[in-house]
């Protein structure tokens, strides 16, 4: 399933990534080369393809992407958690907080200590918290459950769940007592995310986690998340398909388009200067109050099929500004500034061919 | 019926469910939903008008009603002039027969996937409502027809892709094929309940766009149900129509798109404003401007303003007594539920409640 971990310590140190990881900054984890593959009869459907990320502690990374560009599996991935039959391939390292621990191979993890790196080290908050729960448990025994399983102090465990839930705007012995059929939605969706919490992981994976809700409570989430973060130090990867929504809540924002990243950057140079044409028309695209209506517009085109990514630049297709040599040439990954990378090969012109409409000051 | 005769009239519309409960006996109070409380709304021809609101707020009970799927439990909803539940009854001899105005009145769902029938070839879905409606069209003319609406919502080759059976559909492609089939009963109203939500985001401004595009070509009034606020701008200030906000069965606030979204009186607007994320950096991530998260239970609405539960702005007034709606401006065509909007003394003599300001 992976490589031995002697052989991703050389890889490492001979990677010159093109992902800053080489910098000296303090990583979290790391990607490298991270594919997943599904055998289907009509061939093999690569559904990430060759991703190579670093993430840093203590940030909060957004991962955007229309429907079947691969977030998912880059949310599953990160945590060896990709279902049969598909395969994983490449690495993930995590490097824990203490000096002392040696960085963990993810990918190459048994059932064991791959379930306690799963809740204690990195956590996940799936979209749909209404199926996450057992509909015949109260949320204390959700809690307990997961603090007996994993042999920590129970009546500490409830105490950190308590504090936890009333930062999450939550009356802690209500939704303790309550059975999961008897909150809402959003309720639900903030109880889950506390429970992801209560073993204090350092990393919380969160694939679409407000999707399901109402714009108020995405909103209200977001500022809750940001709150958290601050106050246990938590790294964050929050994926979603909502550009609009990430952009108030996240550090760092890659936009993934046919399964591999095709920008990645500062959030404020992500929407101030976005320099791949796929991420303006994503902006673009994006119904918002501000912008003025006449230049919003859809994208052409649609997304790539897993099994026959086009050849060269996998957006050639759908781009304005494609040429020849985009159908041939896979685009590198290229720095714009330090803090800002994309795969293209004319971003230097995008401002000429793909003007951004959104009404943001420049 | 005169020509300035709105379509659709809904006046002091409630729709309450009541809840099965109470057990065994039968003289237990039974639970009332308010899920509609008191809207009035007119719909002219080529109107487009837009409702947002949080789920639980009666969005799409107030839509149902609208196109005639919710007998009201109190108020009246007529179609140019006549009653629509008086129509249906029994012996009622109406102006306007039923089933004029059942075709009159078309909806969109919400999702695409299970409006279709996965048996059924889109131009076998398509032919249904024709064979019903239009019993003396025959079958070339069906099919040409049917493909000509094919082929105008972007659909080509449309030979091809009334032949394909609904999973072979993406959801946009389906969702065309819903819209399809409303329009082809040449409808005065369409309802479109959140029909854009369950796309992609790079598609929903598409959807929105064609259905801007047809709605000028057939003279077609749109009622639009999001619970988002940029997608119901989007079409609404697009077709010169009208937004509307609900909060737990009431409508508090609707009036002109571009003048709601720019001059929100309502404070509950003014949430919703904040919480539809806008593109930008320069601010970041802010208090939630409302005092209780969680909307309150339909069930039983809290007395007063419904909102001073959550509302920033909330007085001793707000809890006892229910404003009344009133108009901002000149026009009278911006209308809102709130006592911040009126200079009743009433409210800006009261104290402000627990966690709020004036």
Redesign the interface.
Known sequence: MSKTSSTLHERQSSNGTADSGSTGEDIILECRDLSVAFEMDRGTSRVLHNVDIDIRRGEIIGIVG??GSGKSMFASALLNAVVDPGKTSGTVTYHPSDDESDPVDVLGLDKGPLRTLRWEDISMVFQGAMSSFNPTMDFREHFVETLDAHDYDVVEGIERAEELLADL?LDPDRVLDSYPHEL????KQRALIALALVLEPEVLVMDEPTAAL???????I??LL??LRDKYDLTMVFIT?????V???ADRIGVLYAFEFAEVGN??EM??NPRHPYTR???N???????P?SE????EG?APDPVNVPAGCPYHERCPMATADCEDVKPPMELVTDTHEVACHHWRDVDDEVPLS????R | MSADEPVLSLSNVDVHFEKAGGGLNPFAARDTVRAVDGVNLDIESNDVVAIVGESGSGKTTLGKTAVGLQNPTGGSISYRGQDIWQAKGWRSDPEIPFEEIRRSLQIIHQDPGASLNPNRTVLSSLAAPLKQWQPDLGPEDREARILHFIERVGMSPPEDYAHRYPHQLSGGEKQRVALVRALLMNPDVILADEAVSALDVSLRVEMMDLMLELQAEFDTSFLFISHDLSNARYIAEHAGGRLGVMYLGELVEIGPAEEVIQNPQHPYTKVLKWATPELGVNEGPTEPPVRELDIPDPVNPPAGCRFHTRCPNATEQCRQATPDVTAVGNDGRHRVACYRSTDDDAYWNSTPLDGAEK
């Not at chain 1, 109402?214 to 209200?220: A, G, K, V």
């Not at chain 1, 398909?241 to 929504?245: A, K, R, T, W």
């Open positions: 229309e429907s705007y809402s939605g959003g309720m109402d714009l108020l409570m995405q909103r209200s977001i500022s940001s709150d398909h909502d550009l609009p929504l952009t108030k809540l959030t404020a929407v101030e028309a994503l902006l695209a994006t119904p918002n109050l501000d912008a209506l919003m517009r859809p994208i649609s959104v009404g943001v000051e």
